[in-house]
């Protein structure tokens, strides 16, 4: 599956963030592999420690599996400093599973992330690719009810 | 090239343009503390150590990293810049293990220097530093991130200088961490165990497996007989452990020495290097005469060895058959050595003193066995050990007298002594093989084109009327140049030298900290004046060598040589 995917690209360094947004969101898991990263490598004649140092800078991208929605609670002060609530330790209670798991039924993944450049709406925290903001104890989990509607 | 005006520290100077403040400013004697610089590699400016007050700019600037400008004026020492310094090195010390006096780079350690320096009697800022595992599991390099600072020195020289790229700065922010690829252990699918790593951590993060208990424990134990190889690279470098000048000639004194330590008899590695040379020399000749595959690649580093099984296994067959020096004096001290004193092999022990690391890990390759029990080399020292060694025996090495290297394996030649710095094989075969092939004398011995710090050098030799080019390459992103010519079947060239570090054995991954382009040259330079003042400068001409032949080995290539001198090599790429 990787294969077609790499062959819509240039062979080309630079575009390396690009291949790892794409190989994450189509893989099943959500997650690159270690295999995946020695394809991706060996398809741009990178070293794969380059690729393994491109990968663990952003949180956006995990090595290892999970679940349909990731969730990722921003950890840096502003969001930090603004909050009234624990934001984690709610969402960890709501779900059962604490920080870096994911849900046995492979729903949610529970992340930590650095900023996501919305300091003024803290606390904020993302699932997949929206973002929400102000957070409260009854915020949260109303959001996550509303994901569990879909589950 | 312009010289730029400008006022560091209240003293005018001038200097050539694109000179960095922390240059410029060492050029008149003052000397701007520093912790991720390293002279020869590049510029990271991640430590912010070396932060300058700059008249006229807003916020500091780090010195290693900002060019002169003219009219500039730098205050290197301001109250401001003291106390941002005082600060970056207290939150590095609160981040890290700091049982200094049982650390193995006490004393040696650039952050305890630069802590020192800064008169940091007390760290303001509670301790966050939380213990981690230590990667040991390999024979030769011991990763403790617990005392990593992330300068990113050892990635550099992984992935800049070696090509290897191995390690890498994994994570981000706090959790930001020098880990090898996958965050795996070190072993030997990926690493070369070059050392090169351990040779410019400036704490001890990397560092050189330490077997210097076992070696105490072996010269004190009565049933073992206790024999050591000396790397031709150790003599030159030694010195620097123990005090002396940079590129002292340290020979004799070095056996004075390995004496008091107890070792019973004290060997030089030189002369496996001649004999090397009597084995490689023959193997090319035949190879260019019979119309062998060619390029020849030399096979003394074991560095190089580990990287060709595990980047270019389609190329093993170019490589020569013949065993490094240091596992052909352990084949012989494990088969004819016992047999010329008398003892039972199984009370050899075998030390090899080198200035690498790798040589760590090839001792315990599974083919280098004569016995196919245990290993031909018991233990492999670094320079740096066997200097830590001196140490701890209270040795006045400056005042010892000089001793010669014991029989039979103690005669050699100017051709084995510059074996350690790139160029050196390839030089020493040259004089072999041109006499034996032409049959005639040849006229100078000094291949002055193969010799310095160049990352690949060239020269031609007449073999038999017909002009042969050789190669030699030193750094493994050198070597991948020659290698990929061999992988094409584009390489012009009959014989290539390799060897792992910059500038060979020299600046190998177990010498004196310290070692820069400039440290190198000085070794360089005491190798060939070591050649240049001895009166057998050709391996062929080795007495004790051509005793070996006749008394023990019969002829070179000859089956009791295949079978003690010569090895395999294996694929491990597609293993």
């Given amino acids: ?151 | 090239m312009n010289m730029v005006n400008l006022t560091i520290n209240n003293v005018k100077v001038s200097v050539k343009e694109d000179t960095s403040i922390l240059q410029a400013a060492k050029q008149y004697s003052m000397n701007i503390p520093t912790l991720c610089y390293y002279e020869d590699l590049n510029i990271k400016s991640d430590c912010r150590v070396c932060v300058v007050e700059i008249d006229g700019k807003k916020g500091l600037t780090s010195a290693c990293s900002t060019p002169v400008r003219e009219g500039m004026v730098v205050n290197t020492n301001s109250p401001r810049v003291l106390n941002a310094r005082k600060t970056i090195v207290e939150l590095i010390l609160s981040n890290h293990d700091t049982n200094c006096t049982t650390c193995v780079k006490n004393m040696k350690c650039e952050l305890q220097s630069l802590a020192r320096n800064l008169g940091i009697d007390e760290n303001r800022f509670p301790s966050v530093f939380e213990k981690c595992d230590i990667d040991d599991n390999n024979p030769a390099i011991v990763r403790n991130p617990n005392l990593c600072i992330k300068c990113g020195r050892c990635v550099d020289v992984c992935n800049n200088v070696q090509g290897t790229s191995v390690l890498a700065i994994l994570g981000r922010g706090h959790e930001t961490r020098v880990s090898a690829v996958f965050d795996e252990d070190l072993n030997d699918d990926f690493c070369t165990f070059c050392g090169q790593c351990a040779s410019v951590c400036p704490v001890g993060a990397i560092t050189e497996k330490d077997d210097t208990d076992l070696v105490w424990h072996a010269l004190t134990d009565p049933k073992k007989h206790v024999i050591v190889q000396v790397a031709p690279a150790v003599r030159v470098s030694l010195g620097e452990e123990v005090n002396q000048a940079i590129g002292t000639i340290v020979t004799g004194k070095m056996v004075t020495a390995m004496k008091i330590l107890g070792f019973d008899q004290v060997f030089d590695t030189d002369f496996t290097a001649d004999l090397t040379i009597i084995e490689e020399g023959n193997e090319l000749i035949q190879r260019v005469t019979n119309g062998g595959i060619l390029p020849m690649m030399t096979s003394c580093c074991p560095g190089w060895i580990s990287y060709a099984e595990q980047r270019y296994p389609d190329i093993l067959d170019h490589i020569s058959s013949c065993k490094s020096p240091q596992q052909m004096f352990g084949a012989l001290a494990k088969s004819y050595y016992p047999q010329k004193a008398g003892l039972d092999p199984k009370d050899v022990f075998v030390v090899s003193v080198m200035p690498c690391t790798a040589k760590k890990y090839e001792a315990k390759r599974e083919e280098m066995s004569v016995d196919e029990n245990s290993p031909d080399i018991d233990v492999v020292l670094t320079t740096r050990e066997l200097g830590k060694m001196i140490k701890q025996m209270g040795i006045n090495f400056e005042n010892l007298k000089e001793t010669p290297f014991d029989s039979p394996f103690g005669i050699t030649t100017g051709a084995a002594a510059i074996f350690g710095a790139t160029g050196g094989v390839m030089e020493a075969a040259i004089r072999t093989v041109y006499e034996v092939v032409n049959k005639k004398p040849l006229e100078s011995l000094d291949f002055k084109e193969l010799r310095g710090l160049e990352g690949i050098k060239e020269a031609e030799v007449n073999l038999g009327g017909s002009m042969v080019k050789v190669a030699v390459a030193h750094t493994l992103s050198m070597a991948k140049v020659l290698c990929d010519q061999v992988r094409e079947g584009t390489s012009p060239y009959a014989f290539i030298e390799i060897m792992t570090c910059p500038g060979g054995c020299i600046g190998g991954g177990g010498q004196p900290y310290g070692t820069t382009n400039k440290v190198r040259q000085e070794r360089i330079d005491s190798t060939y004046r070591l050649d240049a003042s001895m009166t057998l400068r050709k391996s062929h001409e080795n007495p004790e060598v051509i005793a070996l032949y006749k008394d023990f080995l019969k002829e070179p290539l000859g089956e009791l040589s295949h079978h003690l001198l010569h090895t395999h090599y294996s694929d491990r790429k597609n293993k």
């Fill in chain 1, 1 to 151: 599956m990787l294969k077609e995917l790499l062959e819509k690209y240039e062979k080309k360094e630079d575009l390396l963030l690009e291949i790892l947004l794409e190989c994450q969101v189509v893989k099943s898991d959500h997650f690159i592999s270690k295999d995946d990263i020695k394809e991706i490598a060996d398809y741009l004649s990178i070293p794969e420690s380059k690729v393994c140092s491109v990968l663990s800078f952003y949180t956006f991208f995990s090595d290892k599996p999970r679940g349909k929605y990731i969730i990722q609670v921003c950890k840096d002060i502003p969001c930090y400093i603004s909050s009234d609530v624990n934001v984690l330790n709610i969402i960890e209670k709501e779900l059962g599973i604490r920080v870096n798991e994911t849900t046995s039924n492979k729903q949610f993944t529970l992340e930590y992330t650095s900023c996501l450049g919305c300091c003024e709406a803290g606390p904020v925290m993302r699932i997949n690719d929206k973002i929400y903001t102000h957070l409260t104890a009854d915020k949260i989990k109303a959001i996550l009810s509303e994901y569990r509607v879909y589950m």
